[in-house]
T-cell receptor, first 114, second 114 residues
Framework: DADVTQTPRNRITKTGKRIMLECSQTKGHDRMYWYRQDPGLGLRLIYY???????NKGEISDGYSVSRQAQAKFSLSLESAIPNQTALYFC?????????????FGSGTRLTVV | DQQVKQNSPSLSVQEGRISILNCDYTNSMFDYFLWYKKYPAEGPTFLIS?????DKNEDGRFTVFLNKSAKHLSLHIVPSQPGDSAVYFC?????????????FGKGTKLSVIP
């Protein structure tokens, strides 16, 4: 099993719909992140969490919300999806003992908003 | 304003030759730099890193050079192999951030031709 698992792998949704992307990890790391990648652009940070009670906005948090249900689970929600949220979304974890080298990324969720 | 720039979207190199991928940064506070490698349908994986107290770090066929005065780093791959064909992301962070949030460049797609 992968260390960081993202579901679904692919999703097509309609404008205005609410959608949740899920991430679970078996690394035992406290720190979890959500990044977004657009064609021709690097990864940009949406939200990050240092533990279950700690949630922080990243560079591009508008239009998104997150929930840290447990140490191992970190979900990203689009409350009302819009076409410019079409992108590849990555979840990642990190170990502060090896940071910043210790990032582990999931395989990504490809989201299309039509 | 992009703080980490990879100005070459793509690079093609013959197998066995040297691949040189370049990265520039603008934020003087960055003190740690990383290269990530990404294959299609997979998440980025850590490749090599360098601290600002060094100007070179080597790991097998991969060497990263840092020129702080020019705010420039480069990744050398010698010899290049077809399996090196992937997108390479340059990333930077600074230890004062605590969270070790990574700022990524747009990526360079390397194609190694057999």
């Amino acid at each position: 099993d992968a260390d960081v698992t993202q579901t679904p792998r692919n999703r097509i949704t309609k404008t205005g719909k609410r959608i949740m992307l899920e991430c679970s990890q078996t690394k035992g790391h406290d720190r979890m992140y959500w990044y977004r990648q657009d064609p021709g652009l690097g990864l940009r940070l949406i939200y990050y969490s240092f533990d279950v009670k700690d949630i922080n906005k990243g560079e591009i948090s508008d239009g998104y919300s997150v929930s840290r249900q447990a140490q191992a689970k970190f979900s990203l929600s689009l409350e009302s999806a819009i076409p410019n949220q079409t992108a590849l979304y990555f979840c990642a974890t990190s170990d502060p003992m090896t940071a910043p080298r210790g990032y582990t990324f999931g395989s990504g969720t490809r989201l299309t908003v039509v | 304003d992009q703080q980490v720039k990879q100005n070459s979207p793509s690079l093609s190199v013959q197998e066995g030759r040297i691949s040189i991928l370049n990265c520039d940064y603008t934020n003087s506070m960055f003190d740690y730099f990383l290269w990530y490698k990404k294959y299609p349908a997979e998440g980025p994986t850590f490749l090599i890193s360098i601290s600002s107290i060094k100007d070179k770090n080597e790991d097998g066929r991969f060497t990263v050079f840092l020129n702080k005065s020019a705010k420039h780093l480069s990744l050398h791959i010698v010899p290049s192999q077809p399996g090196d064909s992937a997108v390479y992301f340059c990333a930077a962070t600074y230890s004062g951030a605590g969270s070790y949030q990574l700022t990524f460049g747009k990526g360079t797609k390397l194609s190694v031709i057999p």
